[in-house]
């Protein structure tokens, strides 16, 4: 990730998850398309209220939405805002599975190519919710399904400086880097991933 573009006019968001029963932090990334530059600490504070508000009903209590880390393209090094939070999820108490089980939802372009693919991994996956092989119960997946078109729904369509969600590129082998990917849509996918780099000691 140290090569990822955000060209101006873009942001890289990073949110934190915390669990109360696990010390270490996880994080989810997607990138955004700002409608009117510039993007600010109140954009970034927006953009955490409508990701709480769509995964709130994903998670119980001992999951604290804990922070939003904006990186905001410009002419120079990414602008860095901060926004943090103790909001928590509202559903009811859930046993997790162990913390390197994720959701897995991917990112939807027009363009094929393995470069042109996003995933999106949210941790602490209810353990009743899932079978022995890693797939999704029919209701957690519906459950998965509705706070994923959430997510869209409240960046792209009620928080007021996003545009549009985005795959932001790394600098290539050979060439110029690739202008950001919209994302056509957020797919929740009906079984479970390992991702053990969702784990960042604190």
Not at 9 to 17: C, K
Not at 113 to 131: A, E, K, M
Not at 160 to 189: E, F, K, R, Y
Request: charged residues 10%.
């Amino acid at each position: 990730m140290a090569n990822l573009q955000i060209p101006e006019g873009y942001a890289l968001l990073a949110f934190s998850f915390q669990h109360t029963g696990i010390a270490h932090t996880a994080v989810s990334l997607i990138g955004v398309q700002v409608a009117a530059p510039p993007f600010t600490i109140t954009d970034t504070a927006d953009c955490l209220a409508a990701w709480q508000n769509a995964l709130k009903p994903l998670y119980d209590a001992e999951v604290v939405f804990s922070r939003c880390v904006a990186l905001v393209g410009n002419d120079g090094p990414p602008i860095r805002y901060e926004q943090t939070s103790s909001v928590t999820g509202t559903r009811s108490s859930v046993v997790i599975a162990p913390p390197n089980v994720t959701y897995l939802v991917r990112k939807v372009t027009q363009f094929a190519g393995r470069q042109y693919r996003g995933r999106l991994y949210l941790p602490y996956v209810n353990s009743v919710g899932i079978t022995q092989t890693g797939q999704l119960q029919p209701t957690e997946l519906t459950t998965l399904t509705t706070a994923t078109a959430a997510i869209t729904s409240n960046l792209v369509g009620a928080t007021p400086n996003v545009s549009d969600l985005v795959i932001l590129h790394a600098d290539p082998l050979s060439g110029p880097v690739p202008p950001p990917t919209t994302v056509s849509a957020l797919a929740a996918t009906g079984f479970v991933a390992t991702q053990r780099r969702r784990l960042e000691r604190p």
